[in-house]
């Protein structure tokens, strides 16, 4: 199957610092990625569709300037959670869709964030 | 009413047991249709889409009632490695993929 890695895996920073999380889909282009976030025992929250080449659409009560999504190339997704607080502290995953006949979304392996 | 619904769970099964779950969504107008598995603090894999005729992939059974906008999916001769979160996926309009909130199932020795 399809590939999306993501990076890092795991980040544990300082209140007020940023982070960012790259999302690559490593065999096939993808010019709309997915961002989500999970807290524990919860369902996927998502948070921002990404599109290559424009701006990323956010989903009702995500902060847009918290959280910078950059879409510069069809392979590369980025999410910069800026000046990150303890309740940012989060599982972050990305998915990438895979256009087609059969479209599918290919998930990234996930971030978790911990804000100290 | 939420987009996409599921049964709430957790559902506890020994081993062998057959179980299903059940998924319905709001949206007529949706497209295509999956079950993702997610185990704990890892990434959601997609299981299996669903077709209107219905799949089957061994041990597991898809089907999809459009006319009711509900989904179902059955696991035969339940295994403990079955234990995961199940997700019901729904894709409309090919950029908007919904996910429910998920069911739980602890497959017990």
């Known amino acids: 199957g399809a590939v999306v890695s993501q990076h890092p895996s795991r980040v544990i920073c300082k209140s007020g610092t940023s982070v960012k999380i790259e999302c690559r889909s490593l065999?096939?282009?993808?010019?709309?990625m997915f961002w989500y976030r999970q807290f524990p025992k919860q369902s996927l929250m998502l948070m921002a569709t990404?599109?290559?080449?424009?701006?990323?659409?956010?989903e009702q009560g995500v902060e847009k300037d918290k959280f910078l999504i950059n879409h510069a190339s069809l392979t590369l997704s980025t999410l910069t959670v800026t000046s990150a607080h303890p309740e940012d502290s989060s599982f972050y995953i990305c998915?990438?869709?895979?256009?087609?006949?059969?479209?599918?979304?290919?998930f990234g392996s996930g971030t978790q964030l911990s804000v100290l | 009413r939420k987009e996409v619904e599921q049964d709430p769970g957790p559902f506890n099964v020994p081993e062998g047991a057959t179980v299903a779950f059940n998924c319905t969504y709001s949206?007529?107008?949706?497209?295509?249709f999956f079950w993702y598995r997610q185990d704990c603090r890892k990434e959601p894999k997609l299981l299996m889409s669903?077709?209107?005729s219905g799949n089957e992939d061994g041990r597991f059974t898809a089907q999809l009632n459009r006319a009711s906008q509900y989904i179902s999916l059955l696991i035969r001769d339940s295994k403990l490695s079955d234990s995961a979160t199940y997700l019901c996926?729904?894709?409309?309009?090919?950029?908007?993929?919904?996910f429910g909130p998920g069911t739980r199932l602890s497959v017990l020795p």
């Open positions: 998915s990438a869709l895979l256009q087609g006949v059969n479209e599918k979304l290919f």
């Open positions: 065999d096939f282009q993808a010019t709309t």
């Open positions: 990404s599109n290559e080449g424009s701006k990323a659409t956010y």
């Open positions: 949206n007529s107008a949706s497209q295509s």
């Open positions: 669903v077709y209107s």
């Open positions: 996926v729904v894709d409309t309009y090919g950029q908007n993929f919904v």
